[in-house]
DNA sequence: CTGTCCATGTAAGGCGTTACATGATTGT
DNA sequence: ACAATCATGTAACGCCTTACATGGACAG
């Protein structure tokens, strides 16, 4: 659906060649939309042929060309549109709640391994947020504080939805444990 | 991936049709894994072959016949190992957190309508699930007690992540309004 | 007589993953 | 000598979506 956005939205503040779009994926996008490599070469060409991107070719003898891509006038547009349109519904899959849902069909034990196992998977990338977080930011111009401000929003969002889905699993955890099998709401006096 | 392990776990707990199946996703599993009407008849096709299920085949003239699918043990037991085994980080893809990260190349204007459409999409599913909350439940037997809460947990971490997700929408919002563009952790004196 | 429910499927296309394949250059 | 980095791709397969197609039964 959106891999060519995000390619799209790369080449729009530099050119550069599918290696460079991948390590601008690794380093800045794959906590929210991770670039598989060879798709990201498949979409590049999709783009091409949309005229969406231009591709300037480097021979190299023997060696496959290397090709730098840009972004061109109407896939400059299509970028904005997409930028712009507000998205709508989208289906949510989480495989770990499908397991809770038919976690009747486990032992307590069972479900704590797997509670537990998302619980070190969660405190991991809460880490790795919180790594990030204050990167060195000398002074900058209000448009470019600007701009570095929605690229951290990103990150933003993944300190809270980790922090709060740390607390609900540690909360499950606990309620199970204690076999107090009850839901949450059901205690609070409404 | 796990279309076919929802179908595992609803044949788990009786049999039913293809057409049953798709009302038990969208009764109760919308939530967390939708279920395409068209992928569960090609998904029962495939656990067929693999043994996992059988059908029971009623014929019915001129119509196509009804399939009753029922799980097989061998279906069962490979149900109770994906269950049971811990499922390892899975791929993050959030589309407006996408458009978020580009947000640079939007006026203010138009990120906040991107914005506004998204809160107003996150309070509907928190209507929807405040309505789901509490159903009658009379007294129940302890086991039945167990099974229903941790399908009810699917229901907890809705409210949870929706509600979070609003908290964070909402306060973004004010900041670009108030043309206040820094991270939330600047402010904390930590 | 119109629409909703019951009940089944096919076809085509898009998106994503994994594995495989090549080969120069640079750093340890 | 060996590994990492640079740089490109193909092939095969799986999952998901959308659209299309059929047709009886029953309720308003």
Do not use: C
Not at 157 to 168: D, I, K, S, V
Request: glycine share 4%.
């Amino acid at each position: 659906m959106s891999l060519q956005h995000a390619i799209l939205g790369f080449l729009s503040l530099r050119s550069m060649t599918g290696y460079d779009l991948k390590k601008s994926f690794d380093r800045s996008a794959s906590h929210f939309w991770p670039g598989n490599q060879s798709q990201i070469y498949r979409t590049l060409s999709k783009l091409t042929e949309l005229d969406f991107v231009d591709v300037d070719v480097h021979e190299r003898g023997d060696l496959l060309p290397t090709k730098t891509y840009s972004i061109t006038p109407s896939g400059r547009q299509h970028l904005h549109t997409w930028l712009s349109t507000p998205l709508g519904e989208r289906p949510v899959r989480e495989p770990f709640l499908l397991q809770l849902f038919f976690g009747g069909l486990l032992s307590d034990d069972e479900v704590l391994a797997l509670i537990q196992s998302e619980i070190a998977l969660t405190e991991d990338a809460l880490k790795q947020y919180e790594a990030l977080k204050e990167p060195p930011t000398p002074p900058e111009s209000k448009e470019d504080k600007r701009k570095v401000f929605f690229s951290l929003l990103t990150l933003e969002f993944g300190l809270h939805a980790n922090e709060t889905y740390l607390r609900w699993l540690t909360s499950i955890k606990e309620r199970i444990e204690a076999q107090d099998y009850t839901a949450q709401w059901t205690k609070e006096p409404s």
